[in-house]
């Protein structure tokens, strides 16, 4: 029934107003663009659908450099402007989403978690625990772990395939070195695995790294100041909302991949009635 009920009111409010601009930006996160099912993962026609819908409705894309420095086209930042990252760095990307998002002139950020650079995603296999603790901690979602475990065999780009986006205008940034759960790591090895990780970025790349995303979108208020104290400008977590710049630049709120399962989910993200609805969802949870 609850089911049923979200439905039905995800189209109500996108029949009622998904023509109109959200007065904030919509930054959207993917992990794995490919074909797997894995719960970590964006088919690649799913994926092409949704940039080929973005360029029909005229949106352009961002870079996060250009958000923090208020570059944006003609002045407008965010009425028909949008953020792409991907966090992790699967070769999947650069496999399936690159080719996509070059056929539309599109640009994107990926986080890179720089210690798996070239190898697969082991780190899901050393985490599984603590991921089926603290994220699949339903009955429900229980089910969904064996489809998180099966990515841990997924590869990670090469740093010649990540040069080579560079060069074409990705921006890369920093996902830590080994995929460290922040909020349950010291703050000694929370700084070395942070700074190892920019530190190889920039050698490879000859590029500063200004940017940085929580890997599991796991923090506390002393991560965020690490991160500022490291000199980065910005960095991003997992709220499903809309960003406002102003608002908290170490705490910047993404979409995804969750919500835009469907079609239909994708396009009701850029309804301005879409930040409304995970707000109500959000109090009526909170009620029980």
Request: with cysteine; hydrophobic share 40%.
């Amino acid at each position: 029934m609850k089911m049923v009920i979200r439905w039905i009111l995800k189209r109500i409010l996108y029949v009622g107003g998904h023509r109109a601009f959200p007065k904030k930006i919509r930054i959207l996160f993917y992990h794995s663009i490919d074909n797997s099912g894995s719960d970590i993962s964006t088919s690649v026609e799913i994926f092409g659908r949704q940039m080929a819908f973005l360029k029909k409705e005229g949106y352009t894309t961002l870079s996060l450099l250009d958000y923090v420095n208020n570059h944006y086209p003609e002045n407008e930042p965010s009425q028909k402007s949008v953020i792409i990252t991907f966090d992790d760095g699967f070769k999947s990307i650069y496999l399936h989403a690159f080719p996509i998002l070059k056929r539309y002139g599109f640009t994107a950020t990926i986080f890179l978690t720089t210690d798996y650079i070239n190898a697969s995603a082991h780190w899901i296999s050393r985490d599984l625990d603590l991921i089926e603790d603290n994220i699949f901690n339903s009955s429900i979602r229980k089910k969904d772990l064996q489809k998180i475990k099966q990515a841990s065999s997924f590869p990670l780009l090469s740093w010649g395939e990540i040069s080579e986006m560079s060069d074409y205008g990705i921006e890369f940034g920093s996902h830590t070195a080994s995929h460290l759960w922040l909020g349950r790591t010291t703050p000694e090895k929370t700084r070395e695995d942070i700074l190892r990780s920019r530190a190889i970025i920039e050698e490879m790349l000859n590029k500063p790294v200004d940017f940085f995303s929580y890997p599991y979108s796991d923090y506390t208020l002393e991560t965020k100041e690490i991160v500022r104290e490291l000199g980065f400008r910005a960095a991003c977590g997992g709220d499903p909302r809309a960003d406002r710049l102003a608002n908290d630049l170490y705490g910047i709120k993404r979409t995804g991949p969750a919500p835009m399962e469907s079609f239909f989910e994708f396009k009701f993200i850029f309804s301005p009635a879409y930040d409304w609805y995970i707000g109500m969802i959000g109090w009526l949870k909170g009620m029980k």
